[in-house]
């Protein structure tokens, strides 16, 4: 199927669970569960995810901003004492702790905040793969809460 032009798009996207389904990979949905936004439809859907984007008015925003001020400062002061920045490393843990702290409003110690980055990413990086679970790879690792230690 080809579908062309913006009034189209539009029919498709206004129309999802009447004229198009969306369907997720089988290991999304172990991971995720039946709970999920994702993989809700119609009322449920629109009920989740009106809630969801409560936390992304411009009120909401506006109200994250010196929070996020204050630890992208202490992470340039922390960088500005290193000698070596490793850029990728730092601005995962980065966005990681924003996410934590800002959107939901959790904190946690130095060794916390790399268990929980490792448990993320492995998380992240077993979303789209084969369902099934193979001791030593990602569902495995996710179902059973062990990850690598990196």
């Known amino acids: 199927m080809r579908l062309i032009g913006a009034e ?26 039946e ?8 009322k449920v859907h629109t009920i989740r995810k009106r809630a969801i984007l409560r936390a992304f008015t411009y009120d909401a925003l506006s109200g994250y901003a010196i929070l996020t001020q204050k630890i992208i400062r202490e ?16 601005f995962r843990s980065l966005a990681f702790e924003l996410s934590c702290r800002v959107l939901l409003g959790f904190e946690m110690n130095k060794e916390e905040h790399g268990r929980l980055l490792d448990a993320f990413e492995t998380f992240m990086l077993s979303l789209f793969s084969i369902p099934i679970r193979i001791p030593g790879l990602g569902l495995d690792k996710v179902s059973c809460g062990i990850h690598s230690n990196k």
């Open 8 to 33: 189209n798009a539009r029919k498709i996207l206004m129309n999802e669970n009447s004229l198009v389904e969306s369907q997720w990979p089988r290991s999304i949905q172990m991971l995720l569960g």
């Open 35 to 42: 709970g999920s936004l994702t993989l809700a439809a119609g």
């Open 75 to 90: 992470y340039i002061s922390k960088w500005c004492d290193q000698r070596n920045v490793l850029g990728y490393k730092e």
